[in-house]
């Protein structure tokens, strides 16, 4: 099993609805959580970072967290053909020292 | 703030030379830093820890005398492909924290796309 588990996609959206993407991690001691954003050929860029169980809102992206579940998503609302790209997950445990863990990511197209 | 600078943005070589890509954190001091390495459609893939002062750690499977990695100072940490082969090509991505906080998110420099011909 895979420590943190994306769809690759892709996901296709049409312009102005809501995309959500999730994630899944075996590590029940991860402690923080981010949404990174990677266009094709560039570097990953961070979106979102959420902590606490339930949801972090910062403009049209929402991140949400259920440590439960072992659940985290990210739901982009209006979106736009510049949203698509892929989407990392990344978990990190408890510990300063423990490493960042990346999901494989979804790639996912917003379509006129 | 938080700005990893990496350079060079691109780089071709010929096969059995080597290359040293260079990444900086420009506004904030780093004693970690961190080097992956994505191939084609493929995720990030951690190759080493750069510790400023002291060794990196590497991942399993990643030859530490092929990926030479030096942290001199708290801003610059160097990573140098060795007799690169073709199979080296791949893009190179460093990235480092602001701070040691458990809760630090990783900041990533422009990378480095690599091709060995």
């Known amino acids: 099993q895979k420590e943190v588990e994306q769809n690759s996609g892709p996901l296709s959206v049409p312009e102005g609805a809501i995309a959500s993407l999730n994630c899944t991690y075996s590590?029940?001691?991860?402690?923080?959580f981010f949404w990174y954003r990677q266009y094709s050929g560039k570097s990953p860029e961070l979106i979102m970072f959420?902590?606490?169980?339930g949801d972090k809102e910062d403009g049209r992206f929402t991140a949400q967290l259920n440590k439960a579940s072992q659940y985290v998503s990210l739901l982009i609302r209006d979106s736009q053909p510049s949203d698509s790209a892929t989407y990392l997950c990344?978990?990190?445990?408890?510990?300063?020292?423990?490493?960042?863990?990346f999901g494989s990511g979804t790639r996912l197209s917003i379509r006129p | 703030g938080a700005v990893v600078s990496q350079h060079p943005s691109r780089v071709i070589c010929k096969s059995g030379t080597s290359v040293k890509i260079e990444c900086r954190s420009l506004?904030?001091?780093?004693?970690?830093m961190f080097w992956y390495r994505q191939f084609p459609k493929q995720s990030l893939m951690l190759m080493a820890t750069?510790?400023?002062?002291?060794?990196?750690?590497?991942e399993q499977g990643v030859e530490k005398d092929k990926f030479l990695i030096n942290h001199a100072s708290l801003t610059l940490s160097t990573l140098t492909v060795t007799s690169a082969h073709p199979e080296d090509s791949s893009f190179y991505i460093c990235?480092?924290?602001?701070?040691?906080?458990?809760?630090?998110?990783?900041?990533f420099g422009n990378g480095t796309r690599l091709t060995v011909t």
């Open positions: 959420i902590y606490s169980n």
């Open positions: 990344a978990v990190k445990g408890y510990s300063s020292a423990s490493k960042i863990i």
């Open positions: 990235s480092a924290s602001v701070s040691v906080l458990r809760n630090s998110p990783l900041h």
């Open positions: 506004d904030f001091q780093a004693t970690t």
């Open positions: 750069s510790n400023e002062g002291s060794k990196a750690t590497y």
């Open positions: 590590d029940r001691g991860s402690q923080s």
